[in-house]
């Protein structure tokens, strides 16, 4: 009697899912494979393992890898075709853009592509950490501003800004529908300098699980940044978080920059 062969794995595909409470185990499956398709593991019109091969190579259940798959089905990665197998289809966004805008522009068009939806427009004592980073006595004010962007009906990122409390009376509900928050703060006469970016993952919070529409505990990616103005004063602090499957980060730094800090650089906590 013939063994049975093992089945090969795209290159960096793992079976190691996460069990405990979580993200559920087809979430997982269907993030591993969105990831391997994305990245080019299988090509265009490759036919990915079949579901008994999935089942072995994961440890999990038909169910399971039926459910990952028509999640990739339903994103447009996949194509089934009924007795031949599960096809990988071109990407609907074609080739990959480069990073040539220019951060003001490239805010901008992200605020023409999307609708917005404000959430949360308030002045209020700014948390400790806000406080000290907009340079506030403690306490100090600030304007507290959430907003949901989409494309369509599906959830993109998810904003939160803190604000100089002296441009309150300026940023409304209405407002914030009609400009982005960068516009309202220029139109008041502000010229941005520089801006500090922190990149970091998160796990979603049932706040942002439900906005975004995804699992608690799915890992999210999350940007800082604080701006400042000509005179390096801060002006605002922006946190986006967005979800991997949707986003992609591009960055170009200039090859005046490359031997600067402003190139960017690695800051670890490591907790004893």
Do not use: C
């Not at 009609?178 to 520089?194: C, D, P, Q």
């Amino acid at each position: 009697m013939r063994s049975e062969q093992p089945v090969p794995k795209p290159p960096g595909m793992t079976t190691a899912l996460q069990r405990s409470p979580g993200t559920a185990l087809h979430r997982q499956l269907y993030i591993v494979l969105r990831d391997q398709i994305v990245r080019g593991s299988f090509h265009v019109d490759a036919a990915i393992p079949k579901e008994a091969d999935l089942e072995r190579m994961f440890g999990v259940s038909r169910i399971t890898v039926r459910r990952a798959v028509a999640d990739l089905e339903s994103h447009g990665l996949v194509r089934k075709v009924p007795g031949k197998g599960t096809f990988v289809l071109a990407r609907k966004d074609g080739s990959r853009r480069e990073a040539t805008l220019p951060l003001l522009e490239a805010l901008t068009r992200q605020a023409k592509d999307t609708t917005v939806q404000v959430l949360l427009v308030e002045t209020v004592p700014a948390p400790g950490d806000i406080a000290l980073l907009l340079e506030l006595e403690p306490n100090g004010l600030a304007h507290h501003v959430v907003r949901l962007r989409s494309a369509g009906k599906t959830p993109l990122m998810v904003t939160e800004a803190w604000v100089q409390a002296k441009w309150a009376a300026d940023i409304t509900p209405d407002s914030l529908l009609k400009k982005a928050l960068f516009e309202i703060i220029i139109s008041k006469g502000v010229e941005f300098g520089k801006v500090v970016q922190e990149f970091s993952a998160i796990a979603a919070a049932p706040q942002h699980a439900r906005l975004l529409k995804t699992d608690v505990g799915t890992p999210l990616i999350q940007v800082t940044r604080l701006f400042y103005d000509l005179e390096d004063r801060p002006a605002y602090h922006l946190t986006t978080v967005v979800t991997p499957e949707r986003t992609r980060l591009l960055m170009e730094i200039p090859a005046s920059a490359i031997n600067t800090l402003s190139a960017g650089s690695y800051q670890h906590t490591v907790l004893v």
